[in-house]
């Protein structure tokens, strides 16, 4: 198992750029999210996915999108880039638990973004 | 909104001192809480995963508290070792999603 995969690892994009930020996972897990991470603070949900085409925003959603055409796959698009989206970008998955809640999330080794 | 903070930022002890870490909550009404480890320039590792039915949860030389009621939890650390030395963050979760702490970033000293 490779568990949760992110590509490209570093980018560093102009501003008004756009791009795709890949995360695949191999272990079957309906739950997948994308978060991001700025120095010295806790990460922060951008958008999460409960299974293939179901979608929904996170704590700080704007000027990103996402698609889940499929259960292996969660890309997160950035259109527009912007200096405030410069931060290290994680991508995690995870299993349905009983209750309702979800089991551990497995995290992607993080892709870091530069935006000038 | 659930609020997590995690109170030292930072810690720096010589090896062989257990470590005690801990994390707070504002809002109980949690499914679980999550122990994860960051190492400089990677992604989080879980370490230790607690029901909000459970009390406590024990993995090698980590031992995690959970008292849902009061909003707290606690990360033990026994007999620390310089590959200790990294950060540890405390997640909560509500339905499908987890809310992070900042961190504590702990250095163990040889």
């Known amino acids: 198992n490779a568990g949760v995969t992110q590509t490209p690892k570093f980018r560093i994009l102009k501003i008004g750029q756009s791009m795709t930020l890949q995360c695949a996972q191999d272990m079957n897990h309906n739950y997948m999210y994308w978060y991001r991470q700025d120095p010295g603070m806790g990460l922060k949900l951008i958008y999460y996915?409960?299974?293939?085409?179901?979608?929904d925003k996170g704590e700080v959603p704007n000027g990103y999108n996402v698609s889940r055409s499929t259960t292996e796959d969660f890309p997160l698009r950035l259109e527009l880039a912007a200096p405030s989206q410069t931060s290290v970008y994680f991508c995690?998955?995870?299993?349905?638990?009983?209750?309702?809640?979800?089991?551990?999330?497995?995290f992607g080794p993080g892709t870091r973004l530069t935006v000038l | 909104k659930q609020e997590v903070t995690q109170i030292p930022a930072a810690l720096s002890v010589p090896e062989g001192e257990n470590l005690v870490l801990n994390c707070s909550f504002t809002d109980s009404a949690i499914y679980n809480l999550q122990w994860f480890r960051q190492d400089p320039g990677k992604g989080l590792t879980s370490l230790l995963l607690?029901?909000?039915?459970?009390r406590e949860q024990t993995s090698g030389r980590l031992n995690a508290s959970l008292d849902k009621s009061s909003g707290r939890s606690t990360l033990y650390i026994a007999a620390s070792q310089p590959g200790d030395s990294a950060t540890y963050l405390c997640?909560?979760?509500?339905?499908?999603?987890?809310?992070f702490g900042a961190g504590t970033t702990v250095t163990v000293r040889a």
């Open positions: 995690a998955s995870s299993s349905r638990a009983s209750g309702g809640s979800t089991d551990t999330q497995y």
């Open positions: 997640a909560v979760s509500n339905d499908y999603k987890l809310s």
């Open positions: 996915s409960v299974g293939a085409g179901i979608t």
């Open positions: 607690i029901q909000s039915s459970q």
